[in-house]
T-cell receptor, first 112, second 115 residues
């Protein structure tokens, strides 16, 4: 079945550092790909998405490109802030926003 | 934005007892809600789809008699873990499908520890 693999955390960075969180997927069809973020004490929130190959999703300085040839959807940000500290989940779906298949989540810790 | 409230945020119970977790959509009506479970160092896994006014649809390998789901109103779905055992200790999270844009909104999760 479909699956998502993302790097283990925690990822610890200093403020203004460059961030990459790797995400690769396995799917039989052509899924939509998502990154969700969970801040402490809150629910998961959609951060960005891409629905077809070579699409780039972006939001709040984060971006990820749907790479079909490498089955990847790596999350990047050029300069992280302390407020970006959260757990980031990569996910895919063959059915729009429903029936999401998640990765394990990666905790990001940003220090001043 | 839309808010989904989940309670309790954490619960500790004795083995053999039942635990109820509530998921409420606060500012929209959700005909469909989803329940997920995450064991340590594993993926967030879909357990079941909860449909208002009808029986829940369970994913393969999830015991429907152990994880009772009730979606009696358009704003509330409950998950009851019956006769809980230590292996049921996990992080449970719900989400609700917004009817206008079909986006998913998530609760903040419930950490269940069974002693």
């Amino acid at each position: 079945g479909d699956s998502v693999t993302q790097m283990e955390g925690p990822v610890t960075l200093s403020e203004e550092a460059f961030l990459t969180i790797n995400c690769t997927y396995t799917a039989t069809g052509y899924p939509s790909l998502f990154w969700y973020v969970q801040y402490p004490g809150e629910g998961l929130q959609l951060l960005l998405k891409a629905t077809k190959a070579d699409d780039k999703g972006s939001n709040k300085g984060f971006e990820a490109t749907y790479r079909k040839e490498t089955t990847s959807f790596h999350l990047e940000k050029g300069s992280v802030q302390v407020s970006d500290s959260a757990v980031y989940f990569c996910a895919l779906s063959d059915q729009g926003f429903q029936k999401l298949v998640f990765g394990t989540g990666t905790r990001l810790l940003v220090s001043p | 934005g839309a808010v989904v409230s989940q309670h309790p945020s954490w619960v500790i119970c004795k083995s053999g007892t039942s635990v109820k977790i509530e998921c409420r959509s606060l500012d929209f009506q959700a005909t469909t809600m989803f329940w997920y479970r995450q064991f340590p160092k594993q993926s967030l896994m879909l357990m079941a789809t909860s449909n208002e006014g009808s029986k829940a649809t369970y994913e393969q390998g999830v015991e429907k008699d152990k994880f009772l789901i009730n979606h009696a109103s358009l704003t509330l779905s409950t998950l009851t873990v019956t006769s809980a055992h230590p292996e049921d200790s996990s992080f449970y999270i719900c989400s609700a499908n917004h009817p206008l844009n079909e986006k998913l909104f998530f609760g903040s999760g419930t950490q269940l520890s069974v002693l």
